[in-house]
Protein backbone atom coordinates (compact mmCIF):
# COMPACT_ATOMS: atom_id res chain seq x y z
CA UNK A 1 0.00 0.00 0.00
CA UNK A 2 1.64 3.57 -0.88
CA UNK A 3 2.46 5.38 2.04
CA UNK A 4 0.50 8.12 1.63
CA UNK A 5 -2.98 5.63 1.60
CA UNK A 6 -1.54 3.95 4.62
CA UNK A 7 -0.18 7.08 7.16
CA UNK A 8 -2.15 10.00 5.25
CA UNK A 9 0.23 12.54 3.14
CA UNK A 10 3.88 13.60 4.36
CA UNK A 11 2.80 16.72 4.64
CA UNK A 12 0.36 15.69 7.90
CA UNK A 13 3.15 13.14 9.26
CA UNK A 14 5.40 15.71 9.50
CA UNK A 15 2.74 18.00 11.01
CA UNK A 16 1.71 15.02 13.36
CA UNK A 17 5.55 14.50 14.42
CA UNK A 18 6.15 18.28 15.50
CA UNK A 19 2.95 18.25 17.46
CA UNK A 20 4.17 14.97 19.36
CA UNK A 21 7.89 16.50 19.69
CA UNK A 22 5.78 19.31 21.34
CA UNK A 23 5.15 17.14 24.37
CA UNK A 24 8.51 15.84 24.90
CA UNK A 25 9.47 17.84 27.50
CA UNK A 26 8.31 20.58 29.61
CA UNK A 27 9.96 24.58 29.72
CA UNK A 28 9.81 24.59 33.32
CA UNK A 29 11.96 20.89 33.41
CA UNK A 30 13.90 21.77 31.06
CA UNK A 31 14.59 25.54 31.90
CA UNK A 32 15.48 23.65 35.71
CA UNK A 33 17.95 21.44 34.17
CA UNK A 34 19.29 24.56 32.32
CA UNK A 35 19.67 26.58 35.32
CA UNK A 36 21.35 23.49 37.41
CA UNK A 37 24.64 24.76 39.24
CA UNK A 38 27.34 22.28 38.74
CA UNK A 39 29.31 20.80 41.58
CA UNK A 40 33.47 20.93 41.70
CA UNK A 41 33.03 17.34 40.71
CA UNK A 42 30.43 17.53 38.22
CA UNK A 43 30.89 16.75 34.34
CA UNK A 44 28.90 17.01 32.08
CA UNK A 45 28.71 14.62 28.68
CA UNK A 46 27.35 16.22 25.56
CA UNK A 47 26.80 15.68 22.26
CA UNK A 48 24.02 16.57 19.40
CA UNK A 49 21.68 13.77 19.49
CA UNK A 50 23.09 10.24 17.94
CA UNK A 51 26.26 11.07 18.31
CA UNK A 52 27.45 8.73 20.98
CA UNK A 53 25.93 9.80 24.16
CA UNK A 54 24.85 6.88 25.12
CA UNK A 55 28.32 4.88 24.76
CA UNK A 56 30.19 7.77 27.06
CA UNK A 57 27.52 7.69 29.96
CA UNK A 58 28.50 3.99 30.12
CA UNK A 59 32.25 4.39 29.76
CA UNK A 60 32.12 7.43 32.53
CA UNK A 61 30.00 5.20 34.56
CA UNK A 62 31.92 1.99 34.12
CA UNK A 63 35.06 4.31 34.61
CA UNK A 64 34.27 5.47 38.49
CA UNK A 65 32.90 2.41 39.53
CA UNK A 66 36.00 0.32 38.42
CA UNK A 67 37.00 0.22 41.86
CA UNK A 68 34.20 -2.28 42.59
CA UNK A 69 34.44 -4.10 39.41
CA UNK A 70 32.15 -1.99 37.58
CA UNK A 71 28.38 -1.63 38.02
CA UNK A 72 25.22 -2.81 36.02
CA UNK A 73 22.66 -2.38 38.44
CA UNK A 74 20.70 0.51 36.65
CA UNK A 75 17.59 -0.41 34.89
CA UNK A 76 18.57 2.47 32.62
CA UNK A 77 21.90 4.18 31.86
CA UNK A 78 20.17 7.99 32.07
CA UNK A 79 19.41 6.28 36.02
CA UNK A 80 22.90 6.86 36.86
CA UNK A 81 24.25 9.86 34.59
CA UNK A 82 20.76 12.34 34.58
CA UNK A 83 19.98 13.76 31.49
CA UNK A 84 19.90 17.39 32.29
CA UNK A 85 17.02 18.78 30.07
CA UNK A 86 14.94 16.22 31.03
CA UNK A 87 15.67 15.06 34.46
CA UNK A 88 12.42 17.17 36.24
CA UNK A 89 10.00 16.05 33.45
CA UNK A 90 10.86 12.58 34.63
CA UNK A 91 10.92 12.77 38.74
CA UNK A 92 14.57 12.97 38.91
CA UNK A 93 16.37 15.53 41.41
CA UNK A 94 19.50 16.60 39.67
CA UNK A 95 20.83 17.22 43.23
CA UNK A 96 20.36 13.72 44.38
CA UNK A 97 23.45 11.56 45.40
CA UNK A 98 24.52 9.92 42.40
CA UNK A 99 27.16 6.79 42.28
CA UNK A 100 29.79 6.85 44.93
CA UNK A 101 28.90 10.30 46.36
CA UNK A 102 30.28 10.04 49.53
CA UNK A 103 33.98 9.01 48.22
CA UNK A 104 33.97 11.77 45.79
CA UNK A 105 33.55 10.03 42.70
CA UNK A 106 32.71 12.42 39.56
CA UNK A 107 28.60 12.75 38.86
CA UNK A 108 28.36 12.92 35.12
CA UNK A 109 25.16 14.56 33.30
CA UNK A 110 24.11 13.99 29.81
CA UNK A 111 23.07 16.88 27.67
CA UNK A 112 22.80 18.52 24.34
CA UNK A 113 23.15 21.98 25.30
CA UNK A 114 25.34 23.80 23.03
CA UNK A 115 28.32 25.81 24.80
CA UNK A 116 26.35 28.99 25.00
CA UNK A 117 23.28 27.37 26.78
CA UNK A 118 25.03 24.61 28.43
CA UNK A 119 25.62 24.99 32.74
CA UNK A 120 29.67 26.19 33.58
CA UNK A 121 30.56 22.49 34.03
CA UNK A 122 34.14 22.09 35.76
CA UNK A 123 34.67 19.72 33.36
CA UNK A 124 32.85 18.59 30.14
CA UNK A 125 33.82 15.57 27.36
CA UNK A 126 32.06 16.66 24.24
CA UNK A 127 31.65 13.90 21.65
CA UNK A 128 31.44 14.60 17.73
CA UNK A 129 30.41 12.54 14.87
CA UNK A 130 30.17 12.69 10.98
CA UNK A 131 27.08 14.93 9.95
CA UNK A 132 25.94 12.09 7.56
CA UNK A 133 26.00 9.27 10.38
CA UNK A 134 24.57 11.74 12.69
CA UNK A 135 21.05 12.56 10.60
CA UNK A 136 20.66 8.42 9.46
CA UNK A 137 20.81 7.64 13.34
CA UNK A 138 18.43 10.04 14.51
CA UNK A 139 16.06 9.32 11.52
CA UNK A 140 16.44 5.50 12.40
CA UNK A 141 15.80 6.47 16.01
CA UNK A 142 12.23 8.02 15.85
CA UNK A 143 11.22 6.05 13.24
CA UNK A 144 8.72 3.17 14.63
CA UNK A 145 8.47 5.93 17.98
CA UNK A 146 7.79 8.63 17.15
CA UNK A 147 6.44 8.21 13.16
CA UNK A 148 5.76 5.55 11.62
CA UNK A 149 7.63 3.48 9.39
CA UNK A 150 7.34 4.71 5.93
CA UNK A 151 5.53 8.03 7.05
CA UNK A 152 8.28 10.39 6.67
CA UNK A 153 11.12 10.01 3.97
CA UNK A 154 14.44 10.42 4.97
CA UNK A 155 15.04 13.68 3.07
CA UNK A 156 11.57 15.23 4.40
CA UNK A 157 12.58 15.06 8.04
CA UNK A 158 16.24 16.30 7.34
CA UNK A 159 14.67 19.27 5.42
CA UNK A 160 12.02 19.79 8.50
CA UNK A 161 14.18 18.37 11.68
CA UNK A 162 17.62 18.93 10.98
CA UNK A 163 19.22 21.26 8.12
CA UNK A 164 16.68 23.77 9.05
CA UNK A 165 17.77 24.30 12.81
CA UNK A 166 20.59 26.95 13.25
CA UNK A 167 21.35 29.21 16.17
CA UNK A 168 18.37 28.81 19.06
CA UNK A 169 15.99 31.37 19.44
CA UNK A 170 15.04 30.23 23.21
CA UNK A 171 16.06 27.49 25.34
CA UNK A 172 13.18 25.46 24.67
CA UNK A 173 15.62 24.65 21.04
CA UNK A 174 18.22 22.43 20.83
CA UNK A 175 21.44 24.40 18.34
CA UNK A 176 21.77 22.53 14.90
CA UNK A 177 24.14 20.07 14.82
CA UNK A 178 26.47 22.56 12.74
CA UNK A 179 25.81 25.50 15.71
CA UNK A 180 26.68 23.10 18.75
CA UNK A 181 29.68 21.65 17.17
CA UNK A 182 31.25 25.14 16.60
CA UNK A 183 30.74 26.30 20.08
CA UNK A 184 32.33 23.99 21.49
CA UNK A 185 35.20 23.90 19.12
CA UNK A 186 35.73 27.49 20.17
CA UNK A 187 36.90 25.70 23.64
CA UNK A 188 39.54 23.92 22.16
CA UNK A 189 42.42 24.85 24.34
CA UNK A 190 40.04 24.92 27.63
CA UNK A 191 41.92 22.37 29.39
CA UNK A 192 38.10 22.03 31.12
CA UNK A 193 36.54 20.48 27.78
CA UNK A 194 37.63 16.92 26.22
CA UNK A 195 36.58 16.74 22.57
CA UNK A 196 36.42 13.13 21.34
CA UNK A 197 35.39 11.67 18.13
CA UNK A 198 32.89 8.58 17.63
CA UNK A 199 34.92 7.40 14.88
CA UNK A 200 38.07 6.99 17.32
CA UNK A 201 36.02 5.42 19.98
CA UNK A 202 35.58 3.05 17.09
CA UNK A 203 39.15 2.73 15.97
CA UNK A 204 40.55 3.01 19.27
CA UNK A 205 38.20 2.39 21.92
CA UNK A 206 41.30 1.83 24.77
CA UNK A 207 43.44 4.89 23.77
CA UNK A 208 39.69 6.91 23.90
CA UNK A 209 38.92 5.54 27.50
CA UNK A 210 42.44 6.09 28.37
CA UNK A 211 41.60 9.66 27.79
CA UNK A 212 38.27 9.95 29.58
CA UNK A 213 39.68 8.04 32.44
CA UNK A 214 42.89 10.99 32.81
CA UNK A 215 40.25 13.75 32.39
CA UNK A 216 37.88 12.73 35.02
CA UNK A 217 40.35 11.87 37.33
CA UNK A 218 40.59 14.20 40.75
CA UNK A 219 42.82 14.52 43.39
CA UNK A 220 41.50 11.70 45.20
CA UNK A 221 41.09 9.32 42.56
CA UNK A 222 42.92 8.42 39.73
CA UNK A 223 41.20 6.12 37.20
CA UNK A 224 44.06 5.62 34.52
CA UNK A 225 45.32 2.66 35.88
CA UNK A 226 45.36 -0.40 33.30
CA UNK A 227 43.36 -2.53 35.24
CA UNK A 228 40.63 0.43 35.28
CA UNK A 229 40.68 0.76 31.54
CA UNK A 230 40.92 -3.16 30.96
CA UNK A 231 37.74 -3.34 32.78
CA UNK A 232 36.17 -0.34 31.43
CA UNK A 233 36.82 -1.56 27.63
CA UNK A 234 35.17 -4.76 28.24
CA UNK A 235 31.81 -2.95 29.66
CA UNK A 236 32.05 -0.76 26.53
CA UNK A 237 31.92 -2.72 23.70
CA UNK A 238 29.45 -3.15 21.44
CA UNK A 239 29.34 -6.83 22.07
CA UNK A 240 28.64 -6.34 25.65
CA UNK A 241 26.19 -3.24 25.60
CA UNK A 242 24.21 -5.27 23.04
CA UNK A 243 23.81 -8.15 25.47
CA UNK A 244 22.99 -5.81 28.13
CA UNK A 245 20.91 -3.71 26.18
CA UNK A 246 17.85 -3.37 28.14
CA UNK A 247 20.06 -0.89 30.11
CA UNK A 248 20.09 1.55 27.42
CA UNK A 249 16.65 1.43 25.91
CA UNK A 250 15.78 5.08 26.84
CA UNK A 251 12.93 3.54 28.50
CA UNK A 252 13.00 6.54 31.43
CA UNK A 253 12.22 9.08 28.88
CA UNK A 254 9.39 7.07 27.18
CA UNK A 255 7.78 6.01 30.23
CA UNK A 256 7.75 9.55 31.33
CA UNK A 257 6.85 11.23 28.05
CA UNK A 258 4.84 9.00 25.61
CA UNK A 259 1.42 9.96 26.63
CA UNK A 260 2.35 13.32 27.04
CA UNK A 261 3.24 13.10 23.18
CA UNK A 262 0.17 11.79 22.41
CA UNK A 263 1.99 8.38 22.01
CA UNK A 264 0.94 5.05 23.65
CA UNK A 265 2.44 4.61 27.10
CA UNK A 266 4.56 2.18 25.41
CA UNK A 267 5.51 3.22 22.45
CA UNK A 268 9.09 2.50 20.86
CA UNK A 269 9.60 0.24 23.91
CA UNK A 270 11.08 -2.34 21.31
CA UNK A 271 13.51 -0.12 19.85
CA UNK A 272 17.42 -0.56 20.64
CA UNK A 273 19.59 1.92 21.15
CA UNK A 274 22.27 -0.15 20.81
CA UNK A 275 23.19 -0.80 16.95
CA UNK A 276 26.46 -1.42 14.99
CA UNK A 277 27.26 2.11 14.64
CA UNK A 278 29.86 1.76 11.44
CA UNK A 279 31.25 5.01 9.74
CA UNK A 280 30.24 5.85 6.87
CA UNK A 281 26.80 3.89 6.86
CA UNK A 282 25.38 7.88 6.37
CA UNK A 283 27.29 8.30 2.98
CA UNK A 284 26.24 5.12 1.60
CA UNK A 285 21.82 5.41 2.75
CA UNK A 286 21.52 9.47 2.26
CA UNK A 287 20.73 10.68 -0.90
CA UNK A 288 23.51 12.59 -3.34
CA UNK A 289 20.93 15.69 -3.15
CA UNK A 290 21.09 15.13 0.68
CA UNK A 291 24.76 14.97 1.17
CA UNK A 292 25.22 17.83 -1.07
CA UNK A 293 23.10 20.07 1.37
CA UNK A 294 24.38 18.53 4.75
CA UNK A 295 28.18 19.30 3.08
CA UNK A 296 26.68 23.67 1.89
CA UNK A 297 25.80 23.99 5.53
CA UNK A 298 29.27 22.67 7.01
CA UNK A 299 31.13 25.06 4.52
CA UNK A 300 28.82 27.80 5.34
CA UNK A 301 28.66 27.36 9.43
CA UNK A 302 31.42 25.26 10.03
CA UNK A 303 34.18 25.78 7.45
CA UNK A 304 34.16 29.64 7.62
CA UNK A 305 35.36 30.05 11.16
CA UNK A 306 37.47 26.85 11.88
CA UNK A 307 39.06 26.80 8.02
CA UNK A 308 38.11 23.02 8.04
CA UNK A 309 36.54 21.79 4.21
CA UNK A 310 35.05 18.57 5.68
CA UNK A 311 34.24 16.55 9.07
CA UNK A 312 37.27 14.41 8.30
CA UNK A 313 39.53 17.56 8.14
CA UNK A 314 38.41 18.84 11.48
CA UNK A 315 38.56 15.02 12.76
CA UNK A 316 42.78 15.04 11.74
CA UNK A 317 43.53 19.15 13.28
CA UNK A 318 42.39 17.47 16.77
CA UNK A 319 44.51 14.15 15.80
CA UNK A 320 47.26 16.55 14.69
CA UNK A 321 47.04 18.29 17.96
CA UNK A 322 46.12 15.60 20.35
CA UNK A 323 49.57 13.77 18.96
CA UNK A 324 51.60 17.02 20.16
Known amino acids: MPAEQQFGTESEGIALLKSRLGGFETEGGRQKGLDYQPRANDVAITTTPKAGTTWLQQICHQIRSASNGGDMSFSEISEVVPWLELAADQGQDLEAAQYGDKADLPRFFKTHAWADHCPNFPKTIVVLRNPDDVLLSFY ?142 GKLQLSQRLRDAIQAKWKEVVQQETGCENYEALRQEFKARNSK
Open 140 to 281: NFFEDWFFEKGSISLDSFAEEFWLSRGVPETKMQNASYFIHLLSWYRRKDDPSVLILFFEDLLDDLEGQITRVARFVSNKKHNFDTPETIRQVVESSTYAFMKKNESHFDEKLSKLARNEACGLPKDAGMKKSKIVNGKKGE
